[in-house]
């Protein structure tokens, strides 16, 4: 939010730092007639303005994939499916819409509005021939995908190290920035970072700590040393002590980072299973801290489901 001479300005909520997941929504109205003639003319396509189902669907489809041009905050997306049925109860006709997506935000907005879209339409077609009809309600029923299926209550035993490994900041010449954003995120998941120390480019040392940290937590992230300076010796200190190593949690975070800054291609940050210790190695840069775990948040955390031999 900006703010020009004093004035609040809202802006469209930014949703670049957000990866792409499959996103569901489905959404509901309900449309009421006064009489069973009406809901009997509706049945045996005898209204005179047409058949209401499939008029109304297809305007439904058109609301959907035209929310972003009527609700200012509402992101433009690929709308990937859309389905629009309906459902008759005595005299009311509930209609149901649902709508994927594979984006950075969700399709709340877009199957409420498909819904209301459909349900004004049956008004407009209803009405010459049933001066009682009204649109009861408009709600959202269910969606998933993106934070709302992360439960933080899941990971409350969890606990993290963060070190962060420069000479210039161990030698007290610079302030740490990136351990404490990588502290600041993981709060925000609701996991408590019980060890965070500052450690020299040293190979010897870092492995020290790999070894005295993974049976004490169970989430270990280094920050720093996985460039391609002579300095950056952390991926290969903790390469070789990785038990189990998980080659896709760093090719996503490369990926996402690619995606954002032409350098990303270079880091050299690996991540892995030493014991049940997920270990994770981020660049020491705040930005590509962040990025990291903007890109593997909340979904990494999975890991420990399964090393606990829960179900996919």
Not at 9 to 37: D, G, P, Y
Not at 72 to 81: G, I, K, S, Y
Request: with cysteine; charged share 25%.
């Amino acid at each position: 939010m900006e703010h020009i001479n004093g004035k609040k300005i809202n802006n469209m909520v930014n949703i670049t730092h957000k990866s792409n997941t499959l996103r569901i929504a489905i959404a509901t109205a309900t449309v009421k007639v006064s009489k069973k003639e009406t809901i009997a003319a509706v049945e045996q396509r005898k209204v005179p303005k047409g058949d209401v189902f499939e008029f109304a669907r297809a305007a439904g489809l058109l609301g959907v994939k035209k929310t972003s041009d009527v609700i200012p905050d509402c992101h433009p997306l690929p709308v990937e499916f859309t389905s629009i049925t309906y459902e008759i109860k005595d005299l009311t006709i509930i209609i149901s819409v649902e709508v994927h997506t594979i984006y950075k935000t969700g399709v709340e907005v877009e199957a409420m509005h498909g819904a209301s879209v459909t349900a004004l339409t049956i008004y407009d077609m209803l009405k010459p021939i049933d001066k009682g009809v009204e649109i009861e309600s408009i709600r959202l029923e269910k969606k998933s995908g993106g934070k709302s299926d992360f439960n933080k209550l899941d990971y409350a035993h969890l606990k993290a190290a963060v070190i962060v490994c420069s000479d210039t900041i161990s030698a007290g010449k610079g302030e740490d920035k990136s351990g404490k954003a990588i502290i600041s995120k993981l709060e925000s998941f609701g996991i408590e970072t019980a060890f965070y120390e500052v450690i020299p480019d040293d190979f010897n040392l870092i492995q020290k700590k790999v070894k005295i940290l993974t049976p004490e937590v169970g989430l270990l992230i280094f920050t720093g040393g996985t460039g391609l300076s002579p300095k950056d010796v952390t991926t290969d200190a903790i390469s070789p002590l990785i038990e189990k190593s998980i080659d896709g949690i760093m090719e996503t975070a490369r990926r996402y980072g690619q995606e954002r800054m032409p350098y990303a291609m270079l880091s050299r940050s690996v991540a892995g299973l030493i014991g049940n210790t997920l270990v994770l190695t981020f660049p020491g840069s705040v930005k590509g801290a962040k990025e990291s775990i903007d890109a593997l948040f909340p979904q990494v955390l999975h890991v420990f489901k399964v090393i606990r031999g829960e179900r996919h």
